[in-house]
């Protein structure tokens, strides 16, 4: 079992960062830490990824360059760092984990509950 719990989201202004958190508890050791987003009235969108063996990242096109994920194993926690933010980023955040790397929602095999960023204009 894994359980995932986010952290850090808020409101802040286009051009703004802010940094969430994703604390793991559980069999974790041998997960990809995965960020998703989903927008009002939209789909469920990969954002980053992150393999806790190796420490492969991975990025969708919309936030690359902008978005950085990192892992610390002392405290079984991954973080996400945005930067830049952009109205279009608004949404909730969600941590998820499975095994391998994977770009689609429905793969994943647990979640956390989200937290919500709003970027104003």
């Known amino acids: 079992q894994v359980q995932l719990a986010e952290s850090g989201g808020g409101l802040v202004q286009a051009g703004g960062s802010l940094r969430l958190s994703c604390a793991a508890s559980?069999?974790?050791?041998?997960?990809?830490i995965h960020w998703f987003r989903q927008a009002p009235g939209k789909e469920r969108e990969f954002v980053a990824a992150i393999s806790w063996t190796d420490r492969r990242t991975y990025y969708a096109d919309s936030v690359k360059g902008r978005f950085t994920i990192s892992g610390d194993n002392s405290k079984n926690t991954v973080s996400l760092q945005m930067n830049s933010l952009k109205p279009e980023d608004t949404a909730v955040y969600y941590c998820?984990?499975?095994?391998?790397?994977?770009?689609?929602?429905?793969?994943?095999?647990?979640w956390g509950k989200g937290t919500l960023v709003t970027v104003s204009s």
């Open positions: 998820a984990a499975r095994l391998n790397y994977r770009m689609n929602a429905p793969s994943m095999e647990y």
């Open positions: 559980g069999r974790t050791l041998s997960y990809t």
